[in-house]
Nanobody, 115 residues
Framework: QVQLVESGGGLVQAGGFLRLSCSASGNTFNIDVMGWYRQAPGKPRELVARITSGGSTNYADSVKGRFTISRDSAKNTVYLEMNSLKPEDTAVYYC?????????WGQGTQVTVSS
């Protein structure tokens, strides 16, 4: 089992900045991909950004150039730096970790961007 705990969400004005963190604990050996997803009210959960153990990244088109994902493998932690936030970025953000055939999720952290 892998436990994921997110932190760093909150309320920010449009154009602002937030940094999310997600720490993994438990059986963290061989975690491959870690990433962030988000879910806005009435919408399906969507990928925001993901990073492999080798450091390869990919981003949703809507956040490219504004968000940056990074990973500290020694600390089993993944970060999401969010710049130039927009009201449409408002959602619950979930941390994800993939280890072999298993996917693990955090409890989510609310990000609200006011206009």
């Amino acid at each position: 089992q892998v436990q994921l705990v997110e932190s760093g969400g909150g309320l920010v004005q449009a154009g602002g900045f937030l940094r999310l963190s997600c720490s993994a604990s438990g059986n963290t050996f061989n975690i491959d991909v870690m990433g962030w997803y988000r879910q806005a009210p009435g919408k399906p959960r969507e990928l925001v950004a993901r990073i492999t153990s080798g450091g390869s990244t990919n981003y949703a088109d809507s956040v490219k150039g504004r968000f940056t994902i990074s990973r500290d493998s020694a600390k089993n932690t993944v970060y999401l730096e969010m710049n130039s936030l927009k009201p449409e970025d408002t959602a619950v953000y979930y941390c994800n970790a993939d280890r072999g055939p298993y996917a693990y999720w955090g409890q989510g952290t609310q990000v609200t961007v006011s206009s």
